[in-house]
């Protein structure tokens, strides 16, 4: 298992367009991945559950991932949330 708190710097926070980005870019590993935001876990592939919890701007989350392929999943999304989601 890795972690690793980051923050959130798109305007908008965690919507639809941005928890879709993150989900897609997840699912292609066999790890989990959570988000713990608010003291909620929240499971990182499934889109409802990531717009649901309402990540917004300037939010620190932690992001958990547990697998065979932990690093670079962990990588990935660290990497997309810093960017902003590409807004």
């Known amino acids: 298992m890795v972690s690793q708190t980051v ?4 305007e908008m926070g965690i919507h639809m367009r941005p928890a879709n980005i993150l989900v897609t870019a997840m699912t292609k590993y066999s790890s ?6 608010k003291e909620k876990k929240i499971n990182g592939k499934s889109i409802m559950n990531v717009m649901a919890a309402c ?3 300037g ?3 932690t992001v958990i991932c547990d697998g065979t392929d932990e690093n670079e999943m962990l990588k990935e999304a660290v990497s997309i949330i810093e960017s902003g989601f590409g807004e």
């Open 59 to 61: 939010s620190e989350i």
């Open 32 to 37: 989990n991945i959570d988000i713990i935001y």
């Open 7 to 10: 923050k959130v710097t798109n």
């Open 55 to 57: 990540i917004t701007n």
